[in-house]
């Protein structure tokens, strides 16, 4: 099985700043036919389901804004908040969909500084 | 859009089988277009995913779980079902139904999910 893990488990960062978000997994999920990262990015708001903000690794999903994005390939990937808002409090979640059984990251927690 | 709704018991007692079944609006799960699934949330915990069907009944289920668990589709209804055996206290968690978007060989991301609904497993 792929695992994936996250750092850091929690995160503060002021108001307009930047939050960055990483995940490894255990082996790579880049798939060379295709050349495409089988990675997806999720956000979760307190009693809220989780929410899809990327997939393949950097495709932004319709209607997230575009302070998100996402960046790496193989077994590192990174999401960014260019410029954090309060409304980004949130929990952040990686997801491998390169093989079954699919697998997320821990979570990451992020607040504001 | 496309919408997803849990409903089953909230408590269920150990050794026995949790039920759920998940509700879909805005999309037609006989359309072959995507593959349905359900995650679950322990409390205050990640997300782990336990199976997912295809319109016409194909299941993939975790292999962690495969031995407790199967799944179902009614397309009359427009609902799938989860069924997992022989429950203890580490299966209480919000359990998540959501839609596949579907690959060549299996399934992608999960988008939407719904609500969630929390399961508790206690005597």
């Known amino acids: 099985d792929i695992v994936m893990t996250q750092s850091p488990d929690s995160l503060a960062v002021s108001l307009g700043e930047r939050a960055t978000i990483n995940c490894k997994s255990s082996?790579?999920?880049?798939?060379?036919?295709?050349?495409?990262?089988?990675l997806a990015w999720y956000q979760q708001k307190p009693g809220q389901p989780p929410k899809l903000l990327i997939y393949w690794a950097s495709t932004r999903e319709s209607g997230v804004p575009d302070r998100f994005s996402g960046s790496g390939s193989g077994t590192d990937f990174t999401l960014t908040i260019s410029s954090l808002q309060a409304e980004d409090v949130a929990v952040y979640y990686c997801?491998?969909?390169?093989?079954?059984?699919?697998?997320f990251g821990q979570g990451t927690r992020l607040e504001i500084k | 859009q496309v919408q997803l709704q849990e409903s089953g018991p909230g408590l269920v007692k150990p050794s026995q089988t949790l039920s759920l079944t998940c509700t879909v609006s805005?999309?037609?799960?006989?359309?072959?277009?995507?593959?349905w699934s359900w995650i679950r949330q322990p409390p205050g915990k990640g997300l782990e995913w336990i199976a997912y069907?295809?319109?016409?009944?194909?299941?993939y289920y975790n292999p962690s779980l495969k031995s407790r668990v199967s799944m179902s589709v009614d397309t009359s209804k427009n609902q799938f079902s989860l069924k997992l055996n022989s429950v203890t206290a580490a299966d209480t968690a919000l359990y998540y139904c959501a839609r596949v978007v579907p690959g060549p060989m299996s399934g992608y991301w999960f988008d939407p999910w719904g609500q969630g609904t929390l399961v508790t497993v206690s005597p």
């Open positions: 805005g999309d037609s799960i006989s359309s072959g277009d995507y593959y």
């Open positions: 082996q790579t999920v880049l798939y060379s036919s295709n050349n495409h990262n089988y």
């Open positions: 997801q491998q969909y390169y093989d079954t059984p699919y697998s």
């Open positions: 069907i295809y319109y016409s009944g194909s299941t």
